[in-house]
T-cell receptor, first 116, second 112 residues
Framework: DAKTTQPPSMDCAEGRAANLPCNHS???????VYWYRQIHSQGPQYIIH???NNETNEMASLIITEDRKSSTLILPHATLRDTAVYYC?????????????????FGKGTLLTVNP | DGGITQSPKYLFRKEGQNVTLSCEQN?????MYWYRQDPGQGLRLIYY???????QKGDIAEGYSVSREKKESFPLTVTSAQKNPTAFYLC???????????FGQGTRLTVV
């Protein structure tokens, strides 16, 4: 399984862009990069995912380097409610009994604190 | 509303007792998962199920058991064999192997 490396914590001013880095230097060609976030004592929330092209949705943008060894999650205008732990995950597929199994392996993530 | 529901939110049990955590989804998802989270740690996979009547051990399955008799339900039993059962338990589901997972709000189990 490709592992990811994230800084343990980051701060961001409210209204500014939050750029969260993730290193996944051992990622293989068919593995996607997923981002989730977890607000304290709640279940994780899916944010965005991508393979090699940059992606954008209503929550965030995902920038993946050309060599796919790292990526950056961008929250364009951070608010206080964006304070959470952000997880960068590389999705693993393993074949079992003729089908595919889907497994998300979570690390410790990055605690993003948005300050007023 | 469609979603994934875990109950109860808080659960207390005496040491040595088995306890079953409920997870129900009405999203028509094929795959379901159970994770455990300890304070300050990431999530660790306990069990997962791709389809009804099939499930696989995750990274920390010892002391746990599951069943998948219905597509909508994936209950987790924490047995007395689990040495450190006090934790935050999260259930998730996904449409298929190629889509994102949706999580419930979790059950915080405390064993005294």
């Amino acid at each position: 399984d490709a592992k990811t490396t994230q800084p343990p914590s980051m701060d961001c001013a409210e209204g500014r862009a939050a750029n969260l880095p993730c290193n996944h230097s051992t990622i293989s060609g068919n593995e996607y990069v997923y981002w989730y976030r977890q607000i304290h004592s709640q279940g994780p929330q899916y944010i965005i995912h991508g393979l090699k092209n940059n992606e954008t949705n209503e929550m965030a943008s995902l920038i993946i380097t050309e060599d796919r060894k790292s990526s950056t999650l961008i929250l364009p205008h951070a608010t206080l409610r964006d304070t959470a732990v952000y997880y960068c995950i590389v999705r693993v597929e393993k074949f079992h009994s003729g089908g595919s199994n889907y497994k998300l392996t979570f690390g410790k993530g990055t605690l993003l604190t948005v300050n007023p | 509303d469609g979603g994934i529901t875990q109950s109860p939110k808080y659960l207390f049990r005496k040491e040595g007792q088995n306890v079953t955590l409920s997870c129900e989804q009405n999203l028509n998802h094929d795959a379901m998962y159970w994770y455990r989270q300890d304070p300050g740690q990431g999530l660790r996979l306990i069990y997962y199920s791709q389809i009804v009547n099939d499930f696989q051990k995750g990274d920390i399955a010892e002391g746990y058991s599951v069943s998948r008799e219905k597509k909508e339900s994936f209950p987790l039993t924490v047995t007395s064999a689990q040495k450190n059962p006090t934790a935050f338990y999260l259930c998730a589901s996904s449409i298929s192997v190629s889509t994102e997972a949706f999580f419930g709000q979790g059950t915080r189990l405390t064993v005294v």
